[in-house]
Every structure is written in structure tokens, then in C-alpha cells.
């Protein structure tokens, strides 16, 4: 394993910092870990990934101690049981979903047939950047609209946006980093009239923690048989994010096209884990109570210290710390917690991630510490 020193993480942190600007914000950024780069030291709490740490469950713990004999085996024939579910769950046929490697290979697929050769994708900034930058390696251009005044992704602005060669329109929802939910009925009016005039990717990955009831998916669209395509993943309520698994779910003819390009798909842990996973109501109901008591320790902490910040549905929470974002992530390390990257042109914002409730409490008393 990688070993870091912190004192002398921090110390390049510093010398990267807005005191000693000798290089541009662009190659600041770059030069920051990216969130699958962080690494946490002993004693610290990790709540800079949106993860779930009480995976896993005893039910997905069974399933791997029963795993052995089958890891020689190829996973192909475990596909069709967890497409059968995630179908039957969502209401379509098994054929509309495409069962991915995390959700990110979904969002990388899909960057590369709409946006590859100079195809236009159109979205709102900041969000979940995946599609986005793979896209753009292969030639995709990205048109960039801001959020609305309530951290929400402007679907006006995106509607009016949308021309002849726009190729794909990326929805986040609910947003990251922001945690905002879309109305649920401007989103629906709102994908069956974009997607007459291109295609629409609404990223759900976070769909399990909205707080509104009977919410719905926009794969009830897909049904309908829009140019829409939903992704989630089994990397956040499900507490899996290491195993990779996630899905697509889109029209069947859509959903072929998209199969027919993965590179890699799941394996056969992440599926038989998706599955056990699927099957124990009794740990995903614990999770999101779990999450919700998080949240409340954390917009409590904020509210002790004053500070603004967006009530979320998410298992994060977007504040306003009005300092340079790069300068509190060190600050917060110092206290042994990992808070999560800067999120540009938010960059005196701060997104914390729910983590266990010893842990969030470890972020509460570091918040006192270093805003009063
Ligand atoms: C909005 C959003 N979409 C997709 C992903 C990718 O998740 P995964 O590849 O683990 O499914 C993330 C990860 O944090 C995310 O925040």
C-alpha cells in the first residue's frame, strides 16, 4: 500500500495554497487529490467520499464467506438474476438494464457514444463530473450552464440550451455536490420535452436518500419509451462502493448500444453482493435512518457555528464556509478529518459526508475548532 507521510502531505498542501500562488487555480485543482485519492491515515475519519461504512451487512458478509469455490468462475450467469431484480424493483424489463462496474463505468459509456467526435453535452456546473471529463477526452464539447440561484440544476437555462447539435443533456439529481432535489414535476415535464430533441442522463445516484415520499424514478419515463437514461449504483445506501457495481436503465435499443460498449462490467463478488444486498430490506432501512441521524448531527454542528448551507437528500451536506476551501480541508486535516474537495466556482464551500455517528461527532468538534 501507498505509504503517506501526513506532515509532509500537508506541507505540499501548503505550498500549493493561496499565500504562495505561484502556480494557476487550473493546476491547483489538478495537483489536489481527486476523491478516490484519499487516502486516510490512522485515527483519521474519512468523510471526503459520500461512502457508507456500515457495510457490510450480515446478510452480504454470509454471501462472501460462501464465495470461495466461485471466484474461478465467470459472473455471467449471476447477471440475469440481479437484472431480473433491479427490472422487477423499477417496473421495466430485464432488457432495459445494463448492470455496470459502479455506476461510473454507466456515466463513462455513455460520455464516450453521445460526446465522442465533437458532440455537444450540455449540464449545469458544479456536479458529478465523471461523464463529463471522459467525454471530453474523446473530443465531446461541454456546454456549462450554472446552477440556479438555489444550488438546483437550472433546468430552464438547460432547456433553452439545447440546439441542433447538442447530443446529451446530464441531469444529477439529487445534485452533487450541492444535495439539492429537482420539483419532481419540472423534472418529468422537463425530460419528455428535451428528450423529443436529444438525449437526457439523469445520474441517480443518490436516489435512495431522498426524503420526499413516492419520489419517483426517472426510469418510470423509460417505460414510456423517452430518450432518457437513468444510472444508480450499489456504491452508497448499499454501502458497496468498493466492489463496483451500478446500472443503467434505459429503452431496450438504447440499452444495447450501451452494453455492447462496457469494458468491463462487474464481477462476480459485486453481484452476488448487489443481490444479497437487494435482499435485506432490514440493512438498507438501517442505513438511511443511520444517514438521516448524521445529517441532523451535522446541520446541528453547522448551526452552532453559524454558517449557512443546503438541506440535503443526499448522504452529504454542502456548507457555506465563506474561508478558501483548499486552506479548510488542510485545517480540518489537521484535526483528523478528511472533508471533501473544492468544488469550483464554490470554492468557500465545504461538502462533508455523513459517516458513522462517532465519526460525524469527530467533524462536529472539529467544526468548533476551527470556525470560532
Ligand atoms: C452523482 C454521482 N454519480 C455517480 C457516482 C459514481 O459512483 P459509483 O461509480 O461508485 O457507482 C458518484 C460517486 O460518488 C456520484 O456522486
Redesign the pocket.
Known sequence: MQQLNRRSWLRGFATLGAGTLVVSPTEILKALPS?SQHLAFEGEVRLS??ENPYSPSAKMQEAINKIGPELCRYPNRHFATLEKMIAEREGVDAENVVVTS????G?NVTGLLYGMNGGEILTCMPT?K?LLTYAERFGAYINIAPLDADLGMDLDALDRRIHSNTRLVFV?NPN?PTGTLLDRDRLKTFCRQASKRTMVFV?E??FDYIDEENYPSMSSLVKEGHNIIV?R???KVYGL?GV?V?FLIARSDIATRLRQRLMSGTNIMGVRLAIAGMEDQEFYRFCLQKNREAREIIYAAIDEVNLPYKRSHTNFVFFHTGRDIRGVIGEFREKGVLVGRPFPPFSDWCRISTGKIEEVQTFASALKQVFT
Open positions: 476523491e467520499s459520500n459502479g455506476s461510473r463505468e456515466l458529478y465523471a444529477c452533487n445520474d445516484a443518490y444510472s449504483t450499489f456504491s462502493a463496483r451500478g
